[in-house]
Structures are given as structure tokens and as C-alpha cells.
């Protein structure tokens, strides 16, 4: 059953500093620790966690800009601990999981819907022993690719579906280091960024896995200068993974949490290093040469995510060591210049960005938590979708396309549901029947 969550006025938790538009607009209730976030419109996000009270995994999907949170799945399931988040539309979506306990009917490696999140089913694993996996990429309703490791963490990559998830394959990464994020420009050039993390416990040398470094920001007074493991790599497919080169490696200098490609030539991989050195390198060649880029607030964070909205704009994030009343900081970057240059936002919150999801330029969600196991929705919004605007008459659910979700909720506006100014496609001020028939006209091509 849906569970709708509505936040009081003192979860609302407004503020304005160098990028005004940023704010807090949603607090979950405590033992929560959300994990990613993922939007299709300007207003229909998910965003997927686990509850340390109940000790399940949540997947929570808001339809009005993060205001109010329905509870589509909570399960206690020890096989698998949801990580990652990835739609491809307001139907279709993929999530990346790793195994927390290891038995022979283990669920799987993810879930993956078809209606919306009406209902979440497993996706089988690649190996009979243990695979995790840390991030999804979704690029369309067909072809998804959860991005990790199988066979006991022997074998590192790509478990791939082409088919809406009916079937899955394997692509490797001929690498010892865990393989975290990957990004795509069309199917067949990709980007993997990989690495090993410092470990998390004062006399250990082993490295901590990502899930746990993600859920670092719990521990993050435990890191220390002895650490001897930093450990990063990218790597490179011009043939959708059938084959790879490796074009970076750190050298011991950090570790790498993320990877944004904007075209082929333009990318950004993010993450951090020894006391909390943030690590940012940029390419203008499609990876041939990573060059480190500095910046005033380099000693601040440790960057888990990185999305560029365009060749310009783009924003880096993650914590510091440095927030409220012993808690993680929010620590957030923006780059106008294509990502030469970054400037950090002052904010005092004690949230820790564990995912990011831009929808564009304009408006797009953030999500994370700290040690407390409070989490929140943090929201940014320039104003432009203000006022419904309509940047494609007929695309009622602003997912970027005209298909039959947009007929469904037209007709729901006809019957008396709630309506928007993209439904009334022959611009004459009133949604009806005329304007179903016109929708459903544009998807037939007539």
C-alpha cells in the first residue's frame, strides 16, 4: 500500500546564499539514509535508501517537485541492499543493488519496474555466488546497465539488458579495482570509472567497498593520514564494453566516486583523497589526457557526484568533515566554464549528498543523510518551469517525449483530475476531448 508523506512547516528548511536556488524542501523521518535519487520531469523524482529503524529498503516516489513522498516499496530483504537509481521514464526504471548476506536462493543483483514503481521485481544475478553492484545507468525503456562486480569480486563490469530487462549480459573491465561509475555517449563509447577506497577502521589496511564508503559519511571522523590505499582508474570502450583501454591512473594521489561525460571529447570525474583533498580532473579529448583542476576549496570535501547539465554548467557533490554539531557537511561545487574552474557553495547543513539527478539546466533533486540517519531532499529550481510552463505542448508529465502516459493524464484532467497548460494543445484555454484526440494524433504521426 502507498504510504504518502507530507512534511510539516519545520521540515521546510529554506536558504539563500551564492546559488539562491538551492533549498531543502523535504526532511524524512529519522532512520532513514537515502542512497540516490533519480527525476524524470520537473516534477516526478524517486529516490531509493535503506531504513536502519525497520531494516529495509525503501524506494520513495514524489509526482509534485519533492513536496510529499509516497512509499512504493519497503521489504526486508537480506540478500540485497538497494544502492543505486536510474529512470529511464516515468514508467520504466532500473536500480542497482549489492548482497549484504549470501545465500543460495539470493534474490538478486537489482530491481527494475515497468509501471512507475507500482511494483519493483528482482533481476537475476549474473553469478550464483556474490555480485554487487554500485550504480545503474539507464539510457532509455530498453537498455540499462548496472555497473560493479560478480563471481566473489573476481570478474569487475557491465551486467547489461538491451530488451526492457527480459534479458542480461556481461561485459568485463580488466581491472582489480572496483568498478563504480560509468557514463555513456550513445551506446558504444563508455567511460568507467574505478577505483579502492581507504579503509574505515583505524588498524585495517583492506579497503572499504563503495556501498560502505557511500555510507562513509558516518564514519568520517575515523579517516586519518595513514591511509595507504587511494587507489583510481578510468577506462574506455569504443565498442559497448567488448573491449577496453585504460586511459587514467591516480598514482596513489585519490580515489574516483564519479564520472559525467558531456559529448564525446568533454568529460569530468570526480572524487577525493588523502584528508579530505577534493579530486577533480577534466578532459578535452575524450580521456587521452586527465588534467587535475584546482580550486580554493580543494581541502574541504569528499566528492561523490558529478552531473554537467550542459558543455558550461555542471555541478559537483558530496560532505566535508566540517558541518553542524559533529555531522558531515553538505559540500556543493558549480563549474560556468565547462568545468576549468569551480565555486563552492556556502551552506551549513548537516547532510552529507549522496546522489544527484539534474533534469536540465533548470530544476533537479539531490539527496543524502548523515550520522544521525536523517535524510533530506534538497532541490534546485530556477524558476523557469514557473507558472506551467510548457516546453513541449503535450508533454503533460515534462518527461521530454509524447507518448501514452501524457494521453492518460490529459484524460484524468478531462474527468476532473488535475490538469496543466501542456494538455491544451489547440491553445484555446480549456482541456477536452479535442485536445486527447490531438495527443494521440502527435504519438500516431498524423
Given at each position: 500500500m502507498l504510504q504518502k508523506i507530507r512534511p510539516t512547516v519545520f521540515q521546510i528548511i529554506f536558504f539563500s546564499f551564492l546559488f539562491p536556488s538551492w533549498e531543502v524542501v523535504y526532511e524524512f523521518p529519522q532512520g532513514l539514509t537515502l542512497l540516490d535519487i533519480s527525476c524524470t520531469s520537473p516534477t516526478d523524482v524517486w529516490a531509493v535508501g535503506l531504513n536502519e529503524m525497520t531494516n529495509t529498503n525503501q524506494i520513495y516516489h514524489s509526482n509534485d517537485g519533492g513536496e510529499s513522498w509516497e512509499l512504493q516499496y519497503s521489504d526486508m530483504d537480506l540478500s540485497i541492499f538497494m544502492v543505486g537509481?536510474?529512470?529511464?521514464?516515468?514508467?520504466?526504471?532500473?536500480?542497482?543493488?549489492?548482497?549484504?548476506?549470501?545465500?543460495?536462493?539470493?534474490?538478486?543483483?537489482?530491481?527494475?519496474?515497468?509501471?512507475?514503481?507500482?511494483?519493483?521485481?528482482?533481476?537475476?544475478?549474473?553469478?550464483?555466488?556474490?555480485?554487487?553492484?554500485?550504480?545503474?545507468?539507464?539510457?532509455?525503456?530498453?537498455?540499462?546497465?548496472?555497473?560493479?562486480?560478480?563471481?566473489?569480486?573476481?570478474?569487475?563490469?557491465?551486467?547489461?539488458?538491451?530488451?526492457?530487462?527480459?534479458?542480461?549480459?556481461?561485459?568485463?573491465?580488466?581491472?582489480?579495482?572496483?568498478?563504480?561509475?560509468a557514463d555513456f555517449v550513445g551506446s558504444e563509447q563508455i567511460w568507467v570509472a574505478a577505483g579502492i577506497w581507504p579503509t574505515d577502521e583505524e588498524n585495517s589496511t583492506a579497503p572499504v567497498q563503495p556501498y560502505f564508503h557511500d555510507l562513509g559519511i558516518m564514519d568520517y571522523e575515523n579517516y586519518n593520514s595513514?591511509?595507504?590505499?587511494?587507489?583510481?582508474?578510468?577506462?574506455?570502450?569504443?565498442?559497448?564494453?567488448?573491449?577496453?583501454?585504460?586511459?587514467?591512473?591516480?598514482?596513489?594521489?585519490?580515489?574516483?566516486?564519479?564520472?559525467?561525460?558531456?559529448?564525446e571529447n568533454l568529460g569530468i570525474a570526480v572524487g577525493s583523497g588523502n584528508n579530505f583533498t577534493?579530486?577533480?580532473?577534466?578532459?578535452?579529448?575524450?580521456?587521452?589526457?586527465?588534467?587535475?583542476?584546482?580550486?580554493?576549496?580543494?581541502?574541504?570535501?569528499?566528492?561523490l557526484e558529478i552531473q554537467m547539465v550542459n558543455a558550461n554548467d555542471g555541478w559537483a557533490m558530496g560532505y566535508s568533515p566540517n558541518g553542524p554539531v559533529g555531522q558531515p557537511g553538505t559540500a556543493i561545487l558549480k563549474t560556468t566554464d565547462g568545468g576549468q574552474s569551480w565555486t563552492l557553495l556556502s551552506m551549513n547543513e548537516p547532510i552529507?549528498?549522496?546522489?544527484?539527478?539534474?533534469?536540465?539546466?533548470?530544476?533537479?533533486?539531490?539527496?543524502?543523510?548523515?550520522?544521525?540517519?536523517?535524510?533530506?531532499?534538497?532541490?534546485?529550481?530556477?524558476?523557469?518551469?514557473?507558472?506551467?510552463?510548457?516546453?513541449?505542448?503535450?508533454?503533460?508529465?515534462?518527461?521530454?517525449?509524447?507518448?501514452?502516459?501524457?494521453?492518460?493524464?490529459t484524460v484524468n484532467c478531462v474527468l476532473g483530475g488535475t490538469c496543466s497548460d501542456c494538455s491544451d494543445l489547440n491553445a484555446d484555454g480549456v482541456v477536452n476531448v479535442q485536445d486527447i484526440i490531438l495527443i494521440v494524433n502527435t504519438i500516431l504521426g498524423n
Open positions: 537509481l536510474d529512470m529511464a521514464d516515468n514508467s520504466t526504471g532500473f536500480i542497482a543493488g549489492v548482497y549484504m548476506v549470501w545465500f543460495p536462493d539470493a534474490a538478486g543483483c537489482g530491481a527494475q519496474t515497468a509501471n512507475g514503481g507500482g511494483s519493483w521485481n528482482p533481476i537475476s544475478s549474473p553469478d550464483a555466488f556474490i555480485s554487487n553492484f554500485y550504480s545503474v545507468t539507464t539510457l532509455n525503456s530498453q537498455e540499462s546497465h548496472l555497473l560493479g562486480s560478480w563471481g566473489m569480486q573476481t570478474t569487475n563490469g557491465l551486467f547489461s539488458t538491451y530488451d526492457g530487462g527480459n534479458s542480461w549480459e556481461t561485459n568485463s573491465v580488466p581491472t582489480a579495482h572496483w568498478t563504480v561509475s595513514d591511509r595507504e590505499i587511494y587507489e583510481a582508474s578510468i577506462w574506455h570502450s569504443t565498442n559497448g564494453g567488448n573491449s577496453w583501454v585504460q586511459q587514467f591512473d591516480s598514482n596513489n594521489l585519490g580515489y574516483l566516486s564519479d564520472i559525467d561525460m558531456v559529448n577534493s579530486q577533480i580532473y577534466r578532459t578535452v579529448n575524450g580521456g587521452a589526457t586527465w588534467n587535475q583542476i584546482s580550486f580554493s576549496s580543494q581541502n574541504q570535501h569528499n566528492l552529507g549528498i549522496l546522489g544527484l539527478s539534474m533534469h536540465d539546466e533548470h530544476i533537479g533533486y539531490a539527496t543524502g543523510g548523515n550520522n544521525l540517519k536523517v535524510s533530506r531532499i534538497l532541490k534546485y529550481d530556477d524558476g523557469f518551469y514557473d507558472g506551467n510552463f510548457c516546453a513541449l505542448s503535450g508533454d503533460v508529465n515534462g518527461d521530454g517525449t509524447i507518448n501514452i502516459s501524457d494521453v492518460v493524464l
